[in-house]
């Protein structure tokens, strides 16, 4: 498994890298709110103009079908051009939403949906946690009582992403009355402008409010909103996290390598920082993500649980690396620069996609054979 660029993968790069350079905002994106909603949309919609939206995406979807191998091109020279994050509102749609339609969707709503979300016409939002069910999903409460031809939707979610600024969600909830865990569960698109719907936004720590708490009281969806069979939405769901185990954050993982040496500029001018030792430890697991990153997304068959590894050292280092860039800034973090902020939203990759404890659980016992903890 070697990434070996050939005349046409290099051609590509430099078409990559002057379409980047030509295009790319360089102005950092608004954190929340509309504003972020508007920036991202555009951003889209220029990526979209250009033929770079869509990247992994079969051609038959609208989409660029690229290999993992032209993935991994494009997101060095995005992030070599310090483009907009991937992780903004955008990132539900381009990565669960419009891939888990693609794979069990029906043709009304991939003919729907996909072109909005590809041209930048839709935000999407994940409402998966609950207040009693995070990292055990299964356990989730809210429910949908089918009524003829709808289904009646009440219950709450919470940490749903961009929920605020979401056309749409994608919904997972109880559809079988008495039914319990993994069974009797469906994935349903839901419609943020529905009657019933209360949306209450979260303020996080770094002063953003990425993320809500979401309201369903008697919200009536159609049933030809659910995606997958009826009552077998933890099949469409894993389907979804498979999406976002593999190369979803394949951007962010890379953007660490430009990060320490951003960090490096930044701590040069300072001689009185001790730092060196430190950052050239920083530097060489940033490069070690990087070729995690390389072997997630270029082993063919692809070993579904090699995710958690990367996702766990990414997860960790991020946070040492901007935790590093404040202690090189000192007082100065607090006023100048991004350090500060992003060092506190940091906090949230050991968090979100599953916590730093449940990837070493995947890691102890899918990978390492060691024996399971017990199950609820
Ligand atoms: C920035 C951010 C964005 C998010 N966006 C979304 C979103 O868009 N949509 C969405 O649905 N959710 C979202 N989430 C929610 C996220 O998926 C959950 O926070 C995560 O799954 C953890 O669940 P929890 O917060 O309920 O914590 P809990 O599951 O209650 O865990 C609490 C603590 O117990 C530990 N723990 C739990 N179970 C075990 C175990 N078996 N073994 C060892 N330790 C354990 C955890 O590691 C953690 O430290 C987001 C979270 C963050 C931080």
Redesign the pocket.
């Known amino acids: 498994m070697h990434l070996t660029p050939d005349a046409d993968d290099r051609a590509f790069r430099l078409r990559a890298r002057d379409w980047l350079a030509a295009k790319a905002p360089t102005d950092r994106a608004p954190a929340d709110g509309p504003p972020s909603r508007h920036f991202a949309l555009d951003w889209l919609g220029q990526l979209h103009a250009g033929g770079w939206a869509g990247l992994a995406w079969p051609e038959a979807y609208g989409g660029q079908g690229l290999s993992p191998g032209r993935l991994i091109l494009w997101y060095e020279e995005y992030v070599r051009a310090r483009a907009p994050s991937t992780l903004d509102c955008t990132f539900?749609a381009l990565n669960h939403a419009g891939p888990t339609l693609i794979a069990c969707g029906t043709e009304e709503q991939k003919a729907h949906h996909l072109p909005r979300i590809l041209e930048g016409r839709s935000i999407w939002?994940?409402?998966?946690?609950e207040p009693g069910?995070?990292?055990?999903?299964a356990s989730l409460k809210t429910t949908g009582r089918v009524e003829g031809d709808h289904l009646i939707v009440n219950g709450q979610?919470?940490?749903?992403?961009?929920a605020d600024i979401a056309d749409y969600q994608e919904l997972l909830i109880r559809t079988e009355p008495g039914s319990s865990r993994h069974k009797g569960l469906s994935w349903v698109i839901c419609d943020m402008s529905l009657p019933g719907i209360t949306v209450r936004p979260i303020r996080?720590m770094a002063g953003a409010t990425?993320?809500a708490e979401v309201f369903y009281d008697d919200v009536a969806i159609p049933l030809t909103e659910v995606v997958g069979d009826l009552h077998d939405g933890w099949t469409t769901a894993m389907t979804t996290l498979a999406f976002e185990r593999r190369t979803a954050a394949m951007a962010l993982q890379l953007e660490l390598s430009v990060k320490i040496e951003d960090l490096i500029a930044v701590a040069a001018p300072r001689p009185g920082t001790a730092m060196a030792e430190t950052l050239a430890d920083l530097r060489a697991e940033a490069a070690a993500i990087r070729a995690m990153t390389y072997r997630v997304a270029l082993r063919d068959p692809a070993t579904p649980f090699d995710g958690s590894l990367v996702r766990l050292a990414f997860a960790e280092l991020a946070q040492r690396i901007h935790r590093t860039g404040t202690e090189i800034m000192g007082a100065e973090a607090l006023i100048d620069g991004p350090w500060m902020h992003d060092y506190l939203e940091s906090y949230?990759e050991t968090?979100?996609?599953?916590?730093?404890?449940?990837q070493r659980?995947i890691i102890a016992e899918r990978i390492l054979g060691l024996p399971r903890?017990p199950r609820p």
Do not use: R, Y
């Open positions: 539900v939002c994940q409402g998966f946690s069910a995070g990292s055990d999903l979610k919470i940490w749903s992403s961009f996080n990425h993320f949230s968090i979100a996609g599953g916590t730093a404890e449940i659980n903890e």
